[in-house]
């Protein structure tokens, strides 16, 4: 497989987007990409949407964008791996262009959530669990989280305070992103009185329904080998595990992060430690300190006290989420694992303003789909 | 890119399979066609799939069928272009093994759309047209299709009695196909007087709400240079159009075939008069002769004339659909591009029993989403 580089990338506004369409959101990340990589021609789009079928009555995304992007006969595909679809859509397009096959690649992701009711929104979500055999018997995912918080609390004795510190943190990195849904600051006063959704997860605790879109540009690396504003891509990693909570042998971890990030470290020849900040899939505030064990900034059970010493705060020893994350930026189904990649590749560009992390120069994305049958894990480092 | 084959196929009874679910059609075909390969380890699963989401109420397709193969922690995701989508689950299969990235991988496609009644099948399906422009106003496939129809009987003076001949020739193919949903052959009189459904479209120019799913095992061509059951994947071409039929300039031809054909047709070094049999994209009698003239079959608008002088016939000069196409062996969703691929596959093998095509060495497959938004075509040869 030859090198990879993404050299665009765009980002919409997150939020209750009550006058965007999803076709309309898709067309302004993918043009703001086409724009910032200077593209003049255009060879595949892949478009990670996880259920814009319960969401918008729309599927055929693929020909749907192309068109409205005014790029028809070029060929286009969705890819859907629930929450981790926007990670797919990147791997995929990594993957073929890495084959040789195309020379430059749209990846994006796009979700318009608030189409339904918020009851409808959490019935369509819901499509990411086992529907035979979780669905149907009431589970939700804040109760499947909730379970998994509960058991790492149980296992590692860890804190309430800490899922509050994720929350607080995100809500304080999202105040410097202006594309934030919630780009202001809370308290932990507030996280805990905010209603209780699933015991012990609260309001802000889970992250939230949210419209927008996210797309990157990606070329093989030596069409740009002397663009600094190129940002490489020297991993990337997948696996899959059961679709149900139930089957799995520990609720308190999540192993499929852990074995994508794994094949995403032998790709880059990198290890944890050679992670200077990273964006990972915090949907709830315990998938965030899940992740860190997961992907190696800490020791199995350790999650906890990571968060609440500061270590991935902007200025910490390895930030996380500077985006805002899931909880702040907003959770887009689809378009997230897209929006992670833009985030790094402007952290590695040194373009992210307020909430720049200093001398960044290799970045890791994390993206999951539902409670952990799903993950997607990238490593992007600055062009030398 | 390097080469690749196909080495086995997997394809389950096709038709209202009241008794079996989604994920259990799928594994039935997988396993079929794992046990087809001899295949001992696999490293990645592409599922195309349509619109689980509105049919059954599940996403996250690519980690449940790996779950449910056994497969987990392998990695999985869904491809979705409306009905393309096995299709394209097939080309990013091929792309994957070509770029060198994978070595053993399961392509597969299913649909399970009995769950729904049949206006709400109708409605599922429809999201693979354009919700905001044609939906909303009422549009439907079959009334979809019955204008192309009438716009190519218009234009080319096609006879009422060529799009009858599609449905007779593909139902006597699919009396000869054990799978076939519809494994009976039907007479002209009996297509004519098959409720209307939308003029001039009866009920028997229609294919047929089917559950069911196939697979097939990719691998690079240089493990299996010797085998004679491998069947070497010479060419893909893939492309995209409006989604919305009023956007196109023509209703009475399928760009979108004849655009993915061209470049599946170059990257194999072949023209049309090179292929001994096709399985081509009937979701409606008019696709067929369509088809035929965007493949190069014949000339533009002697679609009609090529299936009355029985030149798409077994035993004609270019057999199509010798499987039953959509129409008689059904048209479970995303499974048929795969499916089309399985009957190529068995027919390069010699292995197609009653409906062997003699000394056929070179098959092309043609699968395509909504009224023409998107197309991929695999040209397949015998392993020299």
Redesign the interface.
Known sequence: ?RDVAIIGIGVTKFGELWDR?L?NLFVEASLKALDDAKASKLDMIYVGC??S??F?????????M??YLG????????????CASGG?ALA?AV??V????YDVVLAGGVEKMTEVSGGKAT??L???????YE?FFGATFPSLYAMMATAHMHAYKTAREALTAVAVKNHFHGSKNPNAQYPFEITPEAVLASPLVSEPLHLLDCSPITDGAAAVVVVPLDRVKKNKRAVRVVGFG??????ALH?RKDLASI??VA??AEAAYKMAGRKPKDIHLAEVHDCFTIAEIMSYEALGFCPKGKGGELILKGGTRLGGKIPVNTSGGLKAKGHPVGATGIAQACEIVAQLRGEAGERQVKGAKVGLTSNM??SG??AVVHILEVNK
Do not use: F, Y
Not at 98 to 101: A, D, F, K, P, V
């Open positions: 497989m369409s076709r996880m259920t079928g319960l918008n009555g729309q599927e055929h995304l693929g020909a749907l192309a068109d790029a028809a006969p070029v060929p286009a595909v969705r890819l859907e791996s629930a797919q995929t993957a073929a890495g084959s040789g096959l019935e369509a819901g499509a990411a669990a086992d529907a035979d669905l997948q696996a899959t595990d059961t679709l089957q192993p499929v074995k994508a789909g539902g049958a799903s």
